[in-house]
Nanobody, 127 residues
Framework: QVQLVQSGGGLVQAGGSRRLSCAAS????????MGWFRQAPGEEREFVAA????????YYADSVKGRFTISADNAKNTVYLQMDSLKPEATAVYYC????????????????????WGQGTQVTVSS
């Protein structure tokens, strides 16, 4: 099994910054990729960013490109999502997720590509 433990989140003013962390562990965990998704009230869960351990590549939703940065600490099996210039529309519950195995770049933005999910953390951006 794989465990994902998230930290960070909370209340932040518009224009501010916040960093989320997601630490992966477990006997069957292997470093393939990790994605961040978010779900606002009444909305579907959507892709935010992803990091591919396989290629070292990063991927972003258009809505966060240039403001959010995803990075990884391999020694800690942890992926960070640095969120800058936050806007009120970023208010949501944020989830990290990892796949069971290798996934192609074409699938890295898809919810169905991921098998294990973190517990979620609330980010609220006040205007």
């Amino acid at each position: 099994q794989v465990q994902l433990v998230q930290s960070g989140g909370g209340l932040v003013q518009a224009g501010g910054s916040r960093r989320l962390s997601c630490a992966a562990s477990g006997r069957t965990f292997s470093r393939f990729a990790m994605g961040w998704f978010r779900q606002a009230p009444g909305e579907e869960r959507e892709f935010v960013a992803a990091f591919s351990w396989s290629s070292g590549s990063t991927y972003y939703a258009d809505s966060v490109k240039g403001r959010f940065t995803i990075s990884a600490d391999n020694a800690k099996n942890t992926v960070y999502l640095q969120m800058d210039s936050l806007k009120p529309e970023a208010t949501a519950v944020y989830y990290c997720a990892v796949p069971r195995g290798f996934i192609f770049a074409q699938a890295i933005r898809l919810l169905r590509a991921y098998d294990y999910w973190g517990q979620g953390t609330q980010v609220t951006v006040s205007s």
